[in-house]
């Protein structure tokens, strides 16, 4: 059995010797094509391989590429959303300086106001103050309608109708009463003044009304009517002190 077997073994050997011998010198053309043919094919195939290959590295070098362009973009695309928010922080931290300001002018501006008002109540309170108090400390002046109607009563009537002394003060003719009152004075007591302003002079002396047993002081007047009361004598000294007003 094994001799069978080794004597297969060396046929087959010999035989697959004489193909490549008679290949070599020339012998079967048919073989010879055959086999060059398989080995281009082979070769053709270890190309195609090497394309495949070049290929799959350029693929693989573009897709890489696309992969950085795409990182490129995404790096870019985020430095200008970081830009952007930059950019709106910086117009929001501007537009919060704006209103700031705004505020602080509209601020000031509502403390001038304020400030400016309460300057015109204060120049308002005090003018009315002022105006008050004016109206407290001042009367209208006395005019002679004043005295004549004192001197109608208490002299009458010497200095009504009789001209005694060269004057009618008490007359119901006050224009003519206010006339005579600013002739000067006939007495040396009276140097220098008017027949008004001589009048106080003579009921604060006792010497007027005359005859009617008056001092000139009102406290010790007080019981005889026909003497001037203090507020009497107190009227005609306003109307002099006021400037000898004429009638109204």
Known sequence: MRTLRGTWLGAAVGLALAGVVGGGCGGSGTSAPADTATADTAGSDAVSDVVAADTGAAQ??????????????ATAQDTATVEDTATAQDTATAEDTATAQDTAVAQDTAEDTATAQDTATAEDTATAQDTSGSEDTSAPPVRFDAMNAILAVKCSPCHTSNGSGGHNMGSADVAAAFADSQKAAAIAKCSGLTKGACAIVRIEAGDMPLGRGCTGDPAQDAANGACLTQAQQDTIQQWIDDGQLAPN
Do not use: E, G, I, N
């Open 60 to 73: 693989d070098t573009s897709t890489v590429d696309d992969t950085a362009t795409a990182q490129d973009t």
